[in-house]
Nanobody, 124 residues
Framework: QVQLVESGGGLVQTGGSLRLSCAASGRTFSSYGMGWFRQAPGKEREFVAH????????YYADSVKGRFTISRDNARNTVYLQMNSLKPEDTAVYYC?????????????????WGQGTQVTVSS
């Protein structure tokens, strides 16, 4: 069992930055692939970024590529999402998720654990 708790959300102006954190419980954190997703009001949840168990490979949605960076610290059981050059369309609840598939990019259905989410609001 893995429990995930996100933090770091808030209100920021267009062009600003935020860093989200996701703290995980459990001693097997380092074996999980970790992802970030987001859901805006009235829209479906969408993939944002993913990092493999070792941190050696990362994946990004086209909409955030070059602006967001996913990273992890297995010693701290934490995954991060650094978000720069934020836009109003980045406004959403951001969720982290853990997948038993430590390598490659799993489909959303193969994420086994989800956090409660943290709100990010970008004002224009």
């Amino acid at each position: 069992q893995v429990q995930l708790v996100e933090s770091g959300g808030g209100l920021v102006q267009t062009g600003g930055s935020l860093r989200l954190s996701c703290a995980a419980s459990g001693r097997t954190f380092s074996s999980y692939g970790m992802g970030w997703f987001r859901q805006a009001p009235g829209k479906e949840r969408e993939f944002v970024a993913h990092i493999t168990w070792s941190g050696g490979t990362t994946y990004y949605a086209d909409s955030v590529k070059g602006r967001f960076t996913i990273s992890r610290d297995n010693a701290r059981n934490t995954v991060y999402l650094q978000m720069n050059s934020l836009k109003p369309e980045d406004t959403a609840v951001y969720y982290c998720a853990a997948s038993n598939r430590g390598v490659g990019l799993p489909p959303p259905s193969l994420y086994d654990y989800w956090g409660q989410g943290t709100q990010v609001t970008v004002s224009s």
